[in-house]
């Protein structure tokens, strides 16, 4: 049977086998004749017999049978083409799966990458660091500059993923530690700089605008007050290490 064509198939399936019964039902008539004891039979099977005997009831008969074995062949048509479906359907899914396992790993290595450079950033900041505290020479401060301007470009960065009051506290004490520790190291390079650079008169717009995502009216202008400074200092900090011949991308 599985080996069977489509057509062949729905000639012998429940609905086909019906309209075989029409199309042989001059030959079977004589069977219901047998059961002619029934009233219900008895009465009306003369009637359908002698219909059936006519050029027009062969025609009926032959007609309803094709439509029924037609109806068959069209049913188990769709069926199949339903199932061809369902496996696709089940193909796309196990693709879309895929898919999102292979972007679930993508982000995983991208959160692995970016893991690593941060590593890689801290520790650079943490040798500059320390070197210009065993000596805090020009040549030591300004790479503890260079440094401190990639660090303070990422915690401007940062800001835009603030929304609670909590990361807005810890993000503050980044922003503070940062600059004290940019003054100290333009201190030893120029008083009058690292002067210039802590106190600030009016704040312009920050030159990345921010969306603030915290809901408080407060925490929310302490957010951008903050911001604005960072911002003004990173460009007053890019300033001074092109005055200090240091190159800025």
Same mark, same amino acid.
């Given at each position: ?5 489509? %057509? ?11 309209? %075989? ?29 002698? !219909? ?28 199949? =083409? ?12 196990? =693709? ?9 790993? =993508? ?63 810890? %993000? ?8 004290? =520790?940019?003054?100290?190291? !333009? ?8 002067? %210039? ?53």
């Amino acid at each position: 049977m599985q080996n069977l064509p489509k %057509w062949a198939k729905a000639l012998v399936s429940p609905t086909g086998l019906f309209g %075989w019964f029409f199309l042989l039902f001059l030959s079977t008539r004589h069977l219901l004749q047998l059961v002619s004891e029934v009233d219900y039979v008895a009465t009306y099977l003369p009637s359908v017999a002698k !219909l059936l005997d006519s050029g027009a009831g062969f025609a009926a008969a032959f007609i309803v049978g094709c439509a029924i074995i037609g109806f068959a062949i069209f049913r188990s048509s769709r069926v199949n =083409e339903t199932g061809s479906s369902g496996d696709g359907g089940l193909a796309a899914r196990r =693709e879309d799966r895929l898919s999102h396992k292979q972007r679930l790993r =993508e982000l995983e290595l991208l959160t692995e990458q970016s893991a690593t450079r941060q590593a890689d950033d801290d520790l650079k900041f943490g040798f500059a660091k320390a070197t210009f505290q065993r000596s805090p020479s020009r040549e030591n401060a300004l790479l503890l500059l260079t440094q401190l301007r990639r660090k303070g470009v990422a915690i401007r960065n940062d800001a835009s993923g603030i929304q609670f009051t909590g990361q807005l506290d810890g %993000w503050a004490s980044r922003v503070d530690a940062w600059r004290q =520790e940019a003054i100290k190291a !333009l201190a030893a390079i120029d008083r009058a700089d690292s002067d %210039w650079f802590a106190i600030l008169d009016i704040v312009p717009p920050a030159r990345v605008p921010l969306h603030v995502r915290l809901t408080g009216e407060f925490d929310a202008h302490s957010l951008q007050s903050l911001y604005g400074q960072l911002d003004c200092r990173l460009d007053r900090l890019d300033r001074l290490l092109r005055k200090y011949g240091v190159g800025v991308s």
